[in-house]
Structure formats: C-alpha cells, structure tokens
C-alpha cells in the first residue's frame, strides 16, 4: 500500500477521511434537526435488507463511525434528552456465533460458550495447538478474522487479505478450524445443500429466504449463493431475535419514562430516565438474554454514559 511508503500519500488518505466525516455527519446531521423537537430523528426500514435486520435512513444513525478515533468523535454528540440522564447501551455478545453453536451442535464450541471462555483465544489455542495462555495478540486477531469469516462464508484468499497472510497459509487456518469444530463443517455443508435443494434457507423462527442463484452455472454467482445459505440462517435468527426483543422492552418501558431509541444491529440504545437507570438496566437485560433458548447462554453487555461516546460498563 502507497501509504505506507510514502508520508504524502498517508496525509492524502488522512485528510480524505477527515474530509467525509466533515461532510457526512459534522456538516449534514445538525441540517436534519428536527425543528419542532430539535432532534434527529431516522426512518427504520423493514423490508430492504434480504436478511431481515431493520436498515436506518434519513439519517443512516447505523453507520456513526466506531472504528477511528477521529470518527468515534462523532458518538459525542449523541446525548440524553435531560442532563441528568444517561445513555445505555445493550448489545448481544456475538451472538450469532453462539447460534452457530447451537444449530451445528458443535461439541467443542458449545463447552466454550457453556464455559464462558474468551471465544476467540479458545479458538486461537485449538488451531494454533497452543495453551490458551501462550495465544498472542496476533493469533487472537486471526481467529477472530475466522470465527466471523466462516459466519459469513469467508475463503482462504479474503481470509488471507484480512489477516496478512499467503492463501496457502489461510487456508491451512481454516481447515484446522473444521478440524477442531468438525460439527460446524457439517452444519455449513447442510446449509448449503438444503438450500440446493429447496431453493429457499430458514431461520429459527422459519423466516424463509430464497436463493434462487444457489443452482447457477455461473461459478461466481453460485458461490456468491452458496455464502447466502450459510449465513442467512445464522444473521437472519440474530436479527429476528432483537426484533422480538424490541417488541418485548416497548411493552415493559411503556410504564417508564425512559425509552428505546436506536438499534444498531446487535445493539439497542435508550435514553433512561435518572431515576429509572436501576429499574431499566434489569428490563432490558432479562428481555434481551431470554428472547429465545439456545443451547449455550445468551449475554448482553450493558453500558451506559453521558453521550454516545464515553460509556462504562455496568456491573450485572
């Protein structure tokens, strides 16, 4: 990459990506204030993604920047409606590899959920055939880049460009990752079968989607397919269980003066009342983690803070 020889190319990128977070949220979100409520107020959209999460436009509030530090600024902005109020966070701890766990049924995988271990070191310590003390950052950071990956139907050569590593190599990784989840292997292979068969994958609450691609000629769009019916069963459940969780918090926060405010995928957020913070944050836990019953638990971490920005975690 230029920007890594070259200190003029660095600044280049630099000044791009200060330049689009200037002109997308800095310079356009205060032009959508709401001039009776003055606040920003996004529409939520239930049919336009295939695998069922609800999408935000007008402002996408979805796509506030987390990755850098510059655009994670932005979050600051986003406060409680009184002072005195906090914002909490609620967000599903991977939740959709813990459903990977219960439908593939992996042995392996559901004792490390059951077990409450750090998921990606687990992982790491199996493939790299390590002690899960002796995992270093780095082979934490590729078994995090696989755990994702195969939830998504990720090959040796992405692998490979996402970790920084040949594709030989990526996919010596991913083949010891079926070799200690061998359960998971079979699960996928199932998917994308059933899907060959039927034209169509289900998610747990049998929400059905059609793949029509599955059974192309053309090698690039059947595969494209083939990731479809893997990870359309596992995202898919995901989203159908923050929704009926929603639906279920709306009901218990109508007695409250605290509300739900945005979801961001795996995340709800809400604007809690002062008094209410100690009421609320049992509320949305219990509705969160009970929503479905799987076959490993269902965590939520919870925080909560003075903007969008800076929060902590609450102790459960």
């Given at each position: 990459?230029l920007?890594?020889?070259s200190?003029?190319?660095?600044?280049?990128?630099?000044?791009?990506?200060?330049a689009?977070?200037?002109?997308?949220y800095?310079?356009?979100l205060?032009?959508?204030?709401?001039k009776?409520t003055?606040?920003?107020?996004?529409?939520?959209?239930?049919?336009?993604?295939?695998?069922?999460?609800?999408?935000?436009?007008?402002?996408n509030?979805?796509?506030?920047?987390?990755?850098?530090?510059?655009?994670?600024?932005?979050?600051?902005?986003?406060?409680?409606?009184?002072?005195?109020?906090?914002?909490?966070?609620?967000?599903?701890?991977?939740?959709?590899?813990?459903?990977?766990?219960?439908?593939?049924?992996?042995?392996?995988?559901?004792?490390?959920?059951?077990?409450?271990?750090?998921?990606?070191?687990?992982?790491?310590?199996?493939?790299?055939?390590?002690?899960?003390?002796d995992?270093?950052?780095?082979?934490r950071?590729?078994?995090?880049?696989?755990?994702?990956?195969?939830?998504?139907?990720?090959?040796?050569?992405?692998?490979?460009?996402?970790?920084?590593?040949?594709?030989?190599?990526?996919?010596?990784?991913?083949?010891n990752?079926?070799?200690?989840?061998?359960?998971?292997?079979?699960?996928l292979?199932?998917?994308?079968?059933?899907?060959?068969?039927?034209g169509?994958?289900?998610?747990?609450?049998?929400r059905?989607?059609y793949?029509?691609?599955?059974?192309?000629?053309?090698?690039?769009?059947?595969?494209?397919?083939?990731?479809?019916?893997v990870?359309?069963p596992?995202q898919?459940?995901?989203?159908?269980?923050?929704?009926?969780?929603?639906n279920?918090?709306?009901e218990?926060?109508?007695?409250?003066?605290?509300?739900?405010?945005?979801?961001?995928?795996?995340?709800?957020?809400?604007?809690?009342?002062?008094?209410e913070?100690?009421?609320?944050?049992?509320?949305?836990?219990?509705?969160?983690e009970?929503?479905?019953?799987?076959?490993?638990?269902?965590?939520?971490?919870?925080?909560?803070?003075k903007?969008?920005?800076?929060?902590?975690?609450?102790?459960?």
């Amino acid at each position: 990459m230029l920007a890594q020889q070259s200190d003029f190319a660095k600044k280049m990128l630099d000044y791009r990506g200060l330049a689009k977070l200037k002109s997308t949220y800095v310079d356009a979100l205060p032009e959508l204030l709401n001039k009776k409520t003055k606040k920003i107020h996004t529409s939520f959209n239930q049919t336009i993604t295939q695998t069922g999460r609800l999408s935000s436009s007008y402002p996408n509030l979805q796509n506030i920047p987390i990755r850098t530090e510059e655009g994670r600024k932005i979050r600051e902005a986003f406060i409680p409606e009184q002072t005195s109020g906090f914002l909490v966070s609620a967000d599903y701890s991977q939740i959709e590899l813990r459903i990977l766990a219960h439908l593939s049924e992996d042995r392996t995988l559901l004792d490390a959920f059951k077990k409450n271990m750090d998921i990606h070191s687990y992982t790491a310590s199996l493939v790299y055939d390590v002690a899960i003390n002796d995992v270093t950052p780095q082979m934490r950071y590729s078994a995090k880049a696989i755990n994702f990956g195969i939830v998504y139907g990720m090959g040796a050569f992405k692998l490979s460009k996402e970790i920084g590593v040949n594709v030989a190599t990526a996919d010596t990784f991913i083949k010891n990752y079926f070799k200690r989840y061998p359960s998971v292997k079979t699960y996928l292979d199932r998917c994308i079968e059933e899907a060959k068969k039927n034209g169509y994958v289900k998610t747990m609450m049998n929400r059905i989607r059609y793949i029509p691609e599955i059974n192309s000629p053309n090698f690039r769009m059947r595969g494209f397919a083939e990731r479809i019916a893997v990870n359309t069963p596992l995202q898919g459940a995901a989203a159908d269980m923050i929704k009926i969780a929603m639906n279920n918090i709306h009901e218990k926060l109508k007695a409250f003066k605290s509300k739900m405010v945005l979801q961001v995928h795996d995340e709800l957020v809400f604007d809690v009342h002062c008094n209410e913070l100690e009421k609320i944050i049992p509320i949305i836990k219990h509705e969160m983690e009970n929503v479905v019953s799987l076959k490993v638990p269902i965590t939520v971490n919870i925080k909560k803070g003075k903007n969008w920005m800076y929060m902590e975690d609450i102790e459960q």
